[in-house]
């Protein structure tokens, strides 16, 4: 019983489609086996670490997994004649399917690589291209699930992006706060507003602590109480919040105390006193200190705030006089629980459990320094006796 040109036709067609997927699996353990070794051999031996993260692995396996598409889709037009070619539009959609699928694992396989390395080696503030990485990524999904649809509508691609145009505002209904937390996220990374690692403080929503996690949708920051709080990235452009980093990576963090003095033990000071201050210690031989009462009017208080500068300033631990890192002791406004004393200086220590120590140390000298000038604390408990 002989056989119909039809049925020999379909049976070398299949022949060869089942070559082909032969041909192309082989690729893929070509490439396994022979170029990625090599690539990693390559990539081992030059100095940058760039192409050791963004040739990795998980990206060469991806790779492997899409030569076989590409060479099995090169093939396809020899296994299929012409006058035939109608009869496998199924097949030739799924290999446009398996290409497009590869290539969006693809690239947001390398797009991963370089967020793993901008947060890995934050060299030149490359940290703060995660959030962009992040955002390319939702794009690349994007385009891909349109060219995808494409494929199984059989229609081009553009026209489908048209067509979405007049859902776009359904769209930016529903997905508000999501496309709110991409902008806030690109504007957060591009402006150099935030980072992983540092530490901020947003007092209306009792926020205080250090960034943990920085994307394009939530900003979480963990508490110094240890709890999570986490944020959309929006909020935190719409409101304000203090970013502590700068004081942090500065090298001095501010102490600005106020001690309240009793009014009534203000008063000038005689010769007799003033040869005590200074033989104790308290005094130095400075033009102030030796000015006389008809040239101006001294005050156990005036030399008070001149001995806390002068100490302060020869402390180990407080720094001055250098990018605006004031040393200052002066007097407010009087008020009803006695004359504030405030004292503006920098501790040399940030560090948080540090620079209470230092900066209770050099109050509490103070305080103890203060009954030497003949001062008092302005104490309630004691007023009303």
């Known amino acids: 019983m002989g056989c119909q040109p039809a049925d020999a036709d379909a049976g070398v067609l299949w022949v060869l489609l089942g070559s082909a997927l032969i041909l192309a699996y082989l690729s893929g353990i070509i490439f396994r086996l022979l170029v990625t070794p090599l690539i990693l051999r390559l990539t081992s031996h030059t100095e940058t670490l760039f192409d050791d993260y963004l040739l990795s ?9 899409a030569v076989p598409g590409f060479a099995f889709y090169a093939l396809l037009p020899l296994c299929v004649q012409t006058d035939i070619a109608t009869e496998i539009p199924f097949i030739e959609a799924m290999a446009r399917l398996y290409i497009v699928v590869m290539c969006i694992r693809l690239i947001t396989s390398l797009l991963g690589n370089v967020t793993d390395y901008t947060s890995e080696h934050r060299v030149g503030g ?13 794009v690349v999904w994007f385009l891909g699930g349109i060219v995808i649809l494409s494929i199984f509508l059989r229609q081009n691609p553009f026209g489908i992006i048209a067509g979405l145009g007049a859902a776009a505002t359904i769209l930016m209904l529903v997905f508000q706060d999501v496309v709110l937390g991409l902008v806030g ?6 402006n150099k507003m935030l980072q992983t690692g540092d530490w901020i ?3 209306r929503l009792g926020i205080d602590g250090t960034v943990e996690q920085v994307s394009l949708t939530t900003v979480k920051v963990k508490n110094f109480d240890n709890s999570i709080s986490t944020i959309q990235p929006y909020k935190l452009i719409q409101e304000s919040f203090r970013n502590w980093q700068p004081m942090v990576t500065g090298g001095a963090r501010r102490a600005k105390r106020v001690v309240n003095v009793d009014m009534d033990t203000v008063r000038l000071v005689g010769a007799d006193e003033m040869e005590r201050l200074k033989q104790q210690g308290l005094v130095s031989d400075c033009p102030i200190a030796n000015a ?6 001294m005050t156990n208080l005036t030399l008070f705030r001149h001995y806390a500068t002068t100490w302060l300033g020869t402390h180990p631990q407080v720094w ?24 503006w200086f920098y501790v040399r220590n940030t560090e948080f459990l540090a620079y209470e120590e230092i900066s209770s140390q050099c ?6 320094v203060l009954p030497q000038f003949g001062l008092r604390v302005f104490q309630t408990a004691l007023r009303t006796e």
């Open 57 to 65: 692995p998980r990206t060469l396996r991806v790779m492997r997994l």
């Open 126 to 138: 490359a940290a703060h291209l995660v959030g962009i990485m992040q955002f390319l990524r939702v």
């Open 185 to 190: 996220g690109i504007q957060l990374s591009a």
């Open 201 to 203: 403080s947003i007092d």
């Open 292 to 297: 006389s009462h008809s040239d101006m009017s």
């Open 320 to 343: 001055h006089g250098e990018n605006g890192n004031w040393l200052l002791v002066r007097q407010l406004s009087p008020t009803p629980q006695g004359l504030p004393v405030e004292f």
């Open 363 to 368: 109050m509490e000298h103070l305080i103890a």
